[in-house]
T-cell receptor, first 111, second 114 residues
Framework: GENVEQHPSTLSVQEGDSAVIKCTYSDSASNYFPWYKQELGKRPQLIIDIRSNVGEKKDQRIAVTLNKTAKHFSLHITETQPEDSAVYFCAAGSNNNDMRFGAGTRLTVKP | KAGVTQTPRYLIKTRGQQVTLSCSPISGHRSVSWYQQTPGQGLQFLFEYFSETQRNKGNFPGRFSGRQFSNSRSEMNVSTLELGDSALYLC?????????????FGPGTRLTVL
């Protein structure tokens, strides 16, 4: 089936630095790209999403960029804080109401 | 508003048995999606229900089935359980669909198959 590749699988940054997580997808019908944050033992929570008619979206310290031609999208977190430490999942949704997830990135922000 | 609730939270079954999991969406939400989360396979989409109809199904065998009731509550059933079915099963609800509105996840049901 169609897959979503996510890199890196683990990422460690110093507090205050930026973190970037990248995802690629193969289904050209994908038109919705959410990012979820899952803290240890908790449920995933949507942190930002982008639709295929937009190239970039920003919400305070979090931004997502989408390159439809290259079929990749990225999550950018600036001025990272220890509470940003979690597993982040990207996903790609297509018109047939399917949702494919990346394998996740474990982000550790060191104080 | 109450969040998405799932019952039971923990379940232990043996191979060959069947299991039914329940999900109550946020009031007013008509879409319920189900996901399987395992350390090895990550998050995988099982299916989505909207207004009592299954809109799409992920790549899972027919042992995995579901249904949705008129009050939008949803159940997921797994028959002939296998060891590999051990996982955290998450449901998520949204107003009109997983591609339309934000999904809110429940706490999950942790299923262990012995």
């Amino acid at each position: 089936g169609e897959n979503v590749e996510q890199h890196p699988s683990t990422l460690s940054v110093q507090e205050g630095d930026s973190a970037v997580i990248k995802c690629t997808y193969s289904d050209s019908a994908s038109n919705y790209f959410p990012w979820y944050k899952q803290e240890l033992g908790k449920r995933p929570q949507l942190i930002i999403d982008i639709r295929s008619n937009v190239g970039e979206k920003k919400d305070q310290r979090i931004a997502v960029t989408l390159n439809k031609t290259a079929k990749h999208f990225s999550l950018h977190i600036t001025e990272t804080q220890p509470e940003d430490s979690a597993v982040y999942f990207c996903a790609a949704g297509s018109n047939n109401n399917d949702m494919r997830f990346g394998a996740g990135t474990r982000l550790t922000v060191k104080p | 508003k109450a969040g998405v609730t799932q019952t039971p939270r923990y379940l232990i079954k043996t191979r060959g048995q069947q299991v039914t999991l329940s999900c109550s969406p946020i009031s007013g939400h008509r879409s319920v999606s189900w996901y399987q989360q395992t350390p090895g396979q990550g998050l995988q989409f099982l299916f989505e229900y909207f207004s009592e109809t299954q809109r799409n199904k992920g790549n899972f065998p027919g042992r995995f089935s579901g249904r949705q009731f008129s009050n939008s509550r949803s159940e997921m059933n797994v028959s002939t359980l296998e060891l590999g079915d051990s996982a955290l099963y998450l449901c998520a609800s949204s107003l009109a669909g997983l591609l339309v509105n934000e999904q809110f996840f429940g706490p999950g049901t942790r299923l262990t198959v012995l």
